[in-house]
């Protein structure tokens, strides 16, 4: 039996999670709300993780009810990420390994290429064709000549980000993200308005669309000949579709019949219910996308830390530090 | 004529090859089928079908057979008892060869021109399946 | 049309085989997607019938072999058109090429290949036809592949424009398809590129815009 606890917080959340043996004891997580409107910037971001890492982990552990002699490994994310936030976060990973005497293990991103065989191992998933996607992130990975290949990606800006950029211009609240008010938004939205819809080959690129959209919104939302329902249903049924297509073209090319969804965006559940329906007009199997596949928790990263563990590897103090790339 | 027989006469040097007006013919019979047709009946669509732009007055003038023409391509449609056949044979003055022969008639000068055949893309394709695709083609683009 | 066999079934269409009145043809039929929401699932499907057709005949008016069509159906979505004969893909003589032959022979014999898709390209973009979604499966070799007679076809994702961009894009898009199919491929999208760029006098801005793109997918914003 191993317990893991793992920090992430690379981006505006802030999450810590525990593993034991592959099942989620506790994963809270507090976000860094900014103004409607408004991005996040680092040194706020930094300050808002340094301020609440105690009490949520205070409340990982009480809520996985484990006291930190039970635990066996501590995890962090290295990167890629903003520098400030995974710093702060990284300090804090650091001084409770030392404070608890438990072994540290650091690592990139799980989903980076180099690193996506974990994604493997923790779904049980054979040859699975990844979507990845995320505020900083949009790729379709597969296994093709005996290692994992970017298929396609964003050629301009990644889905996470035009879809935060998208519910800047309406204002939405960043409470609890943009993104997640966009999907309940959307859910009320009738009217579908044509979109640029861009696929190139295996990549997809969302600028066109986003400066369209930009552009448009205020004045369909104005007159009234649209709402910001319809707008939010309108840009979700394009970009995933968008999505799907590249993800279904890979699936196609290396002739895998397992598709799996990483990444924050991947908790959309508009974005999982198409994606089932492409597997299942395929024959292929979608796995099941739950909180420990979307990157920005703690969880995650102590499951994929958990993995590491077992197969002996820890990071020594002196190399756990952050990159931002 | 009007009436006597319903078929569509068309002007031999402009047909290269009976496939070509095979083309024009599925394309005409597909039109009326989906009831999409841009002449009144589906012998005038064949004529319609088989120029490569959509102005039709100069389609019929350019792919009917005209006065002073001595041979002429004859399409008929759904004539399996021969009853339209046999009506055109009385009617026509003339020899009837093999619709093959056709290409022995064809002004393949004419062809060029009219279809905007140009010698770079003679170069990787043959007259005919440049002419078809044209044919097929027209209602999403023209030359 | 006789009746028809499967074939082959891609992501968004089914290929079948027939003949159109005596003549071999392929049945391209795209099929709705149910994921998709009906008004934008149909009007994608009528654009990339129109932009393969539009694409199939432009391409051929300017010297690059492409299938003849036969019929477009826009009702059943389907477009029936030649079927190129004795043929294979780029993509299977390649992998056939690298078997049979050790790396050095094969980059040599691969050589000539390379300089044929590479003025093939020049002469789409030169006539701004971007393919938009350029592999070496969307390539044939009709008869001896030695005698390079290159067909083009799955024009669905073409469009037309003058931009350098979107040609960059175009190229970017093969050059990612050929590293991620074909292993020790970069000295035959090398010699694409070299031969694209003689055959195009005004390729600069496009290889400029190729490299631009390339960056690009390496530094992107984390923050969402």
Not at chain 1, 149 to 168: Q, W, Y
Not at chain 1, 282 to 288: I, N, V, W
Not at chain 3, 33 to 50: A, E, F, G
């Amino acid at each position: 039996m191993v317990i893991a606890i793992g920090f992430e917080g690379s981006a505006n959340k802030l999450g810590i999670g525990i593993i034991k043996d592959g099942e989620v004891l506790s994963n809270p997580r507090h976000t860094y709300i900014t103004p409607p409107g408004q991005g996040f910037l680092p040194r706020d971001t930094a300050k808002h993780h340094q301020k609440h890492a105690l009490d949520i982990l205070r409340k990982a552990l009480d809520e996985a009810k484990v006291t930190p002699s039970d635990i066996d490994v501590v995890c962090y994310t290295k990167g890629p990420g903003m520098g400030a936030p995974l710093v702060s976060t990284a300090l804090v990973a650091r001084t409770v390994a030392q404070l608890w005497r438990k072994p540290i293990i650091g690592f990139l991103n799980p989903y980076q290429p180099s690193d996506i065989e974990m994604g493997r191992l923790i779904t049980g998933a054979d040859n699975p064709t990844v979507l990845y996607v995320s505020g900083g992130n949009t790729q379709v990975i597969a296994y093709s000549q005996r290692r994992y290949r970017i298929f396609g990606e964003t050629i301009d800006i990644a889905v996470g980000n035009c879809l935060d950029r998208f519910a800047r211009v309406l204002k939405l609240s960043n409470d609890p993200s943009p993104g997640y008010n966009i999907e309940q938004l959307a859910k009320n939205g009738k009217k579908f308005l044509e979109l640029p819809y861009t696929v190139k080959g295996m990549d997809v690129s969302f600028s066109g669309l986003l400066s369209y959209i930009e552009e448009k919104a205020p004045e369909l939302v104005e007159k009234g000949e649209y709402t910001p329902e319809d707008l939010c249903f309108s840009l979700q049924e394009t970009v995933f579709a968008m999505l799907i297509e590249i993800t279904e073209r890979a699936m196609a090319h290396c002739g895998s019949q397992e598709v799996l969804i990483v990444g924050g965006v991947g908790c959309n559940k508009r974005l999982q219910e198409m994606m089932g329906k492409m597997a299942e007009e395929r024959g292929a199997k979608l796995y099941a996308t739950d909180e420990r596949f979307c990157i920005d928790n703690g969880a995650m990263i102590a499951q994929a830390g958990w993995e590491m563990y077992k197969s002996g590897q820890t990071t020594p103090l002196k190399d756990t530090f952050c990159t931002q790339r | 004529m009007k009436g006597l027989f319903e078929a569509t006469l068309l002007k031999t040097s402009l047909i290269l090859d009976p496939f070509q007006v095979i083309v024009a013919v599925n394309k005409a019979v597909h039109q009326q089928k989906i009831n999409k047709m841009m002449t009144k009946t589906v012998h005038s669509e064949i004529l319609f079908s088989l120029s490569p732009r959509k102005n039709i007055s100069n389609a019929f003038k350019t792919f009917g057979m005209g006065d002073k023409d001595t041979s002429v391509f004859v399409a008929i449609l759904n004539d399996h008892d021969k009853s339209t056949m046999s009506v055109i044979q009385n009617l026509i003055k003339g020899r009837q060869v093999d619709p093959y022969q056709v290409s022995e008639l064809t002004n393949l000068q004419s062809i060029k021109e009219v279809y905007n055949l140009s010698e770079t893309e003679l170069s990787v394709s043959n007259t005919l399946d440049a002419v078809v695709s044209r044919i097929a083609s027209k209602d999403i683009v023209q030359v | 049309m006789s009746s028809k066999t499967l074939i082959k079934q891609g992501a968004e269409a089914k290929l079948y085989s027939a003949t159109f009145h005596g003549r071999p043809c392929i049945v391209k039929e795209r099929f709705k997607k149910s994921y998709r929401h009906p008004s934008l699932d149909q009007s994608l499907t009528n654009q990339r019938i129109k932009s393969e057709v539009r694409a199939l005949l432009r391409s051929r008016m300017n010297g690059v072999r492409t299938p003849t069509v036969y019929f477009v159906d826009l009702e059943t979505s389907q477009i029936c058109m030649e079927e190129i004969r004795d043929s294979v893909t780029v993509r299977d003589y390649i992998m056939s090429v690298q078997k049979s032959q050790s790396l050095e022979d094969s980059i040599v014999q691969l050589k000539p290949l390379g300089r044929k898709i590479g003025e093939t390209l020049a002469v789409l973009h030169q006539n701004n036809i971007v393919h938009g979604d350029l592999t070496t499966s969307n390539m044939l070799l009709q008869s001896d592949p030695m005698n390079l007679n290159l067909v083009m076809i799955d024009f669905g994702l073409s469009h037309f424009e003058n931009l350098a961009e979107d040609k960059g894009v175009d190229l970017y898009v093969l050059e990612r398809a050929i590293l991620s199919t074909h292993p020790n491929s970069d000295e035959f999208f090398s010699e694409i590129l070299d031969s694209y760029t003689q055959s195009n006098p005004g390729s600069a801005d496009v290889i400029a815009k190729l490299d631009e793109v390339r960056m690009r997918g390496r530094k992107r914003t984390m923050v969402g």
